[in-house]
């Protein structure tokens, strides 16, 4: 079973922190990482992807890929309130680009 | 406005009756797709559509069937629901990418 993992949280920060989301996933195969947001009672939206290792940043938020140690981080610089939400892990396994493999998510408190 | 629609948005229903939730993108995007999400389990996809009559089983699609005539619609039938089948559901659409996601429709099996 291919799997995607990330702590439940909840992740609580404080008001401009960084934020420190973490996904590791067994599939030594996968080749696409995608990071979501969903608010409460609302549809997931897409934050950033990224397929190569090392660091993609975009805006306050930095996507980090290591395939040799399976994992997946998201970090959110200067922590805002508006970034309370579920952060959502999810993966393209080999061999499956028309599939994508979700985590279940890690829950995110910033308070001011 | 580019968007995904489902319809209904709520659904309450028996075991056994027949429904179909009804999945729209008016984005022209070849790729849609349906995933459940239960508490704790995460989205988990059930069926996805490369094109007009071109689908394929995700990883849960025990219990459901899809139909790709159009490409701007991508229904989900359940046939038979029991009540295993309560969670809500999305229908999503791809371009490149970037899915986007419909506003769910929590559906309630008794």
Not at chain 1, 72 to 85: E, G, H, M, Y
Not at chain 2, 65 to 90: A, D, G, M, W
């Amino acid at each position: 079973q291919k799997e995607v993992e990330q702590n439940s949280g909840p992740l609580s920060v404080p008001e401009g922190a960084i934020a420190s989301l973490n996904c590791t996933y067994s599939d030594r195969g996968s080749q696409s990482f995608f990071w979501y947001r969903q608010y409460s009672g609302k549809s997931p939206e897409l934050i950033m992807f990224i397929y190569s290792n090392g660091d993609k940043e975009d805006g306050r938020f930095t996507a980090q890929l290591n395939k040799a140690s399976q994992y997946v981080s998201l970090l959110i610089r200067d922590s805002q309130p508006s970034d309370s939400a579920t952060y959502l892990c999810a993966v393209t396994p080999s061999g499956g680009y028309n599939k994508l493999i979700f985590g279940a998510g890690t829950r995110l408190a910033v308070h001011p | 406005e580019a968007q995904v629609t489902q319809n209904p948005r709520y659904l309450i229903t028996v075991t056994g009756k027949k429904l179909t939730v009804t999945c729209s993108q008016n984005m022209n995007h070849e790729y849609m797709s349906w995933y459940r999400q239960d508490p704790g389990l995460g989205l988990r996809q059930i069926y996805y559509s490369m094109n007009v009559e071109v689908t394929d089983k995700g990883d849960v699609p025990e219990g459901y069937k899809v139909s790709r005539k159009e490409k701007r619609n991508f229904p989900l039938i359940l046939e038979s629901p029991s009540p295993n089948q309560t969670s809500l559901y999305f229908c999503a659409s791809k371009l490149y990418n970037e899915q986007f996601f419909g506003p769910g429709t929590r559906l309630t099996v008794l």
